[in-house]
């Protein structure tokens, strides 16, 4: 993969995030990369590098921050195919592919010389009905009741056919890439990357029968808000996209196109779950 441009997307919350980007943009400069700034939460701030490119001109998407700075730049990398990258400034960094370390700055080295693999992640959309507006997630999409005294089931349908009302705080729907985050935290199971899944789970579900289902990705889901549910949320990614009543319906399907990540380390899936949430690691060692 040959890279002529980056963009950088840069969480100035973030501790070392500024001192960070400004390394990464030398970098790039030094390699004969131009770089430009995404228009995000810091606001543009004068990085000691020229901005000489546009997010519609980079050949790669680099993010400076934790996996929700991450999260976030998906939403404008995806429409327009751009693979991202992630520098880990925050403090879990699974979704991120480099440390803001030596050893991550040579690996974004490599990558400028063009040593680069591309994978790509299934993401999902969802629509509430009667809306047009369609939203965008690449961990997980949730459906939560807002805080009230009485527990409301949730109807869970999958293409077209009812299978559930459950009695539950939510549903949440997850990708692969999601099933280490919230959906894992639900009682979900960890879904390789490689597998054609979705995770459907119950969120603190009122009943002793209730388990986490896997469905193919091309299936269409629809959750529908109780008679009795007087509020509720729509979140992507841990943002909430709309408020939700009874009565309304929301459907999740997968996105047409892919998220795409830039890996230095592909097919390191197993080493990222041992070095980031110590799967496998005996509980006296931790």
């Not at 993969?1 to 030094?30: C, F, H, S, W």
């Not at 009943?207 to 992507?236: G, W």
């Amino acid at each position: 993969m040959k890279i002529t441009a980056i963009a950088l997307y840069v969480n100035l919350d973030r501790p070392r995030a500024k001192e960070t980007a400004e390394r990464v943009g030398a970098l790039a400069v030094e390699h004969g990369i131009r770089v430009g700034l995404c228009e995000n939460e810091g606001g543009a701030t004068a990085f000691g590098f020229p901005t000489s490119c546009t997010l519609e001109e980079a050949d790669l998407l680099v993010t400076v921050g934790g996996d929700g700075t991450l999260l976030r730049a998906a939403r404008l990398a995806h429409p327009l195919g751009i693979p991202i990258l992630g520098v880990n400034t925050g403090r879990l960094g699974f979704l991120t592919e480099v440390e803001a370390n030596d050893d991550g700055f040579a690996a974004l080295a490599n990558v400028f010389h063009g040593e680069v693999q591309v994978d790509e992640r299934v993401a999902l959309h969802a629509k509430v009905d009667g809306s047009d507006e369609v939203h965008f997630a690449l961990n997980e999409v949730v459906v939560r009741r807002v805080t009230q005294a009485r527990l409301a089931p949730f109807g869970l349908s999958l293409d077209g056919e009812m299978i559930a009302h459950l009695p539950s705080d939510g549903v949440i729907v997850a990708t692969p890439t999601g099933s280490t985050a919230y959906f894992l935290s639900a009682g979900g199971p960890i879904i390789h990357p490689s597998v054609n899944a979705l995770g459907v789970a119950g969120i603190m579900p009122h009943t002793l029968f209730a388990r986490p289902l896997l469905v193919p990705t091309d299936a269409r889901i629809e959750i529908t808000c109780d008679n009795e549910l007087s509020r509720a949320n729509l979140e992507t990614d841990g943002f909430v996209a709309a408020d939700l009543r009874a009565r309304d319906r929301v459907a999740i399907y997968r996105a047409e196109t892919p998220v795409r990540f830039a890996r230095v380390r592909p097919g390191a899936f197993f080493a990222r779950l041992e070095e980031k949430l110590q799967w496998g690691v005996p509980i006296k060692s931790m």
